[in-house]
């Protein structure tokens, strides 16, 4: 994602793992750059990726699992109107490290096209 005046990188927002048939599900990974955090850009730029998830692709529902210390992650995911579903002990390594995640989820019935 661009930063719409001087097309300066403002982040980053990738779907993986795309399932259709009876599971119509991704994995939404997003990370911004220092220079922008805090800004208000990387919703913005993940509400475009979530518009072209569910009206684009047809998917029904877009996961993002997050560390529980990452507060400004979780606050993004909740301000798009994703629902905490769960707990994942030891998830993902990062640094040599199991971390733990919550699993946080939307659906197309919950998401307002924006």
Not at 29 to 57: H, P
Not at 79 to 84: A, D, K
């Amino acid at each position: 994602m661009c930063h719409s005046e001087n097309q300066k990188v403002v982040g980053v927002a990738n779907l993986s793992q795309i399932f259709y048939r009876a599971f119509q599900n991704a994995y939404l990974g997003y990370y911004v750059n220092v220079e922008f955090a805090g800004q208000g850009l990387m919703r913005e730029g993940i509400r475009l990726a979530l518009d072209y998830t569910f009206s684009t692709l047809n998917l029904h529902r877009v996961e993002a699992n997050i560390q529980p210390k990452n507060t400004a992650s979780i606050n993004l995911v909740k301000r798009l109107g994703f629902t905490q579903e769960g707990f994942s002990r030891r998830y993902l390594k990062i640094n040599g490290e199991w971390r733990d995640h919550e699993r946080w989820a939307l659906t197309v019935e919950d998401w307002v096209f924006k």
